[in-house]
């Protein structure tokens, strides 16, 4: 399953028509102790770099971008309960929203891993 | 690291001891270091050769400027005051110190330069006005905060909230106030820049001393109900909207004769028109400053300072709002995003203070 990122530092896992999205291991050290999650509603258009969900930390709240146009399929339910989930597991089980994939041709512009790595070492 | 007031300083540190909520429980628990050398560390006296009168000399000037009462203050004790100026709006919060031949001011970084512009332009010409900027100022705050400093600077441990005495370390002399910013007992040290990284590392070398940065600062004051200059407290309050009233002595409110008196006055006589009250919200969602208050349909009032409160495990927020919603227990909405949070009229502290006032 090809994982790929944005420069805004989301990751995304497509499978089929249906793609993961979650903020990476570098997002997550920058935010700090992250103390609520607001994901969007099961239902939701969301377009390519629009806001998607919101991150809570105990310094600042930090938009999370889609990195793609679709519908959001499913919230992870156990971000509610611990949101600190994206600290311990940000690539794993901190994952924000599954969402349909609405022109595969949208995941070209992003990142591979090591394009990302890349990136991150860069900043 | 962040620029603050002119500073490099760090939101929070590194390691496995790092993080706001880490360095914030930390706090909580046994004791942390923050060095808060920003702040402004003034002095003001008198041209008496006799040192008591020349801090008389200063008390009586700086009266002229904060409605408290700064005259009756014996050697090595303190006090919270205003700067205020015309309008009885707040130039700037600070500690005020009866330190034996002159009175010590601690004002805020980003202020201190128009803290002593203000000061030297309206204090007279014989008073003596000086900033210490080749001094650091350490804090250290949290219940172990007094058996740490006694084991290093015996005697220290003898000094009760709100008291400050002069102490030997190592070749010089160090300034240490039982105060701070967290709600937690502990201590504000003045200590020359040269001997600085010294104090620091000592302070750093037992076990129960763990380094914090401005991020836990700020959650620790907000859950403690202090205001922060610049975003709670500003020109454009006033010491009884801010429910600072205890500042303003009783004495001085009936006698005057400082800056802001008549307008703080008639806010005091005819009721503040807002107020600023603790919020606590409903989930887990944290309001920021900026964020609207509402009862109902209508906008009452501003969030100041908001986040997520570690100790309590909810999100806590400062506020004014209209007299009208602001007793306890008032139950209101605060717009967040496209969300109203379900918030409450709660009394401040939201965590007690932990003081130490003699054993």
């Known amino acids: 399953m090809p994982r790929y990122f944005t420069d805004e530092h989301e990751w995304i896992d497509v499978e089929d028509d249906t793609a993961t999205v979650g903020i990476t291991d570098y997002a997550q050290e920058q935010l700090g102790d992250i103390v609520f999650v607001e994901l969007p509603a099961v239902g939701t258009a969301l377009d390519k770099g629009g806001d998607a969900a919101v991150v809570e930390s105990v310094k600042a709240a930090s938009d999370v971008y889609a990195p793609i146009s679709g519908e959001v399929t499913e919230g992870n339910a156990m971000l509610e309960d611990e949101p600190a989930l994206v600290n311990s597991s940000p690539e794993e089980d901190g994952w924000f929203f599954r969402m349909s994939v609405a022109d595969k041709a949208e995941l070209e512009g992003l990142m591979d891993e090591a394009a990302y790595k890349e990136f991150v070492e860069g900043l | 690291m962040v620029p603050f007031a002119g500073y490099e300083m760090p939101i929070q540190y590194t390691g496995e001891h790092g993080g706001i909520v880490a360095e914030h429980e930390w706090t909580r628990q046994s004791a942390s270091l923050f060095d808060v050398s920003h702040m402004g560390q003034l002095s003001v006296a008198g041209a008496s050769e006799e040192s008591a009168e020349a801090a008389a000399q200063g008390a009586t000037a700086l009266e002229d400027l904060l409605p408290g009462l700064i005259t009756s203050l014996k050697t090595g004790r303190m006090r919270y005051s205003m700067l205020l100026d015309e309008n ?78 002069l102490f030997k370390w190592g070749e010089g002399h160090i300034w240490v106030s039982r105060c701070g910013y967290t709600g937690e007992d502990g201590f504000e040290i003045t200590v020359h820049r040269e001997a600085v990284t010294g104090l620091a590392d000592a302070l750093i070398a037992d076990d129960r001393v763990r380094p914090a940065g401005l991020g836990a600062r700020d959650s620790l004051r907000l859950e403690a109900g202090l205001p922060l200059y610049g975003h709670d407290i500003t020109t454009e309050t006033d010491p009884v909207s801010a429910e600072l009233t205890f500042a303003l002595s009783k004495k001085r409110r009936e006698a005057g004769g400082y800056m802001g008196h008549g307008p703080v006055m008639e806010v005091f006589n005819g009721g503040a028109k807002q107020r600023r009250v603790g919020l606590t919200l409903e989930g887990r969602m944290p309001a920021r400053e900026g964020a609207e208050v509402f009862a109902g349909d209508t906008k009452v009032g501003t969030v100041t300072s908001g986040g997520f409160s570690p100790t309590l495990g909810y999100p806590i927020a400062m506020a004014y709002v209209d007299a009208a919603h602001a007793e306890e227990g008032t139950a209101l909405e605060i717009a967040v995003r496209k969300k109203r949070l379900t918030a409450k009229v709660s009394p401040m502290p939201f965590v007690p203070h932990r003081y130490y006032r003699g054993s």
Do not use: C, S
């Open chain 2, 88 to 165: 009885g709006g707040i130039l700037d919060d600070l500690m005020v110190t009866n330190a034996g031949p002159r009175i010590n001011l601690v004002v805020n970084g980003a202020t201190k330069w128009d803290d002593i512009a203000h000061l030297r332009e309206y204090l007279p010409d014989e008073i003596t006005l000086h900033h210490y900027d080749d001094f650091a100022l350490l804090a250290l705050q949290g219940p172990k905060a007094g058996e740490v400093l006694e084991h290093l600077i015996p005697g220290t441990g003898a000094l009760t909230f709100m008291t400050a005495d």
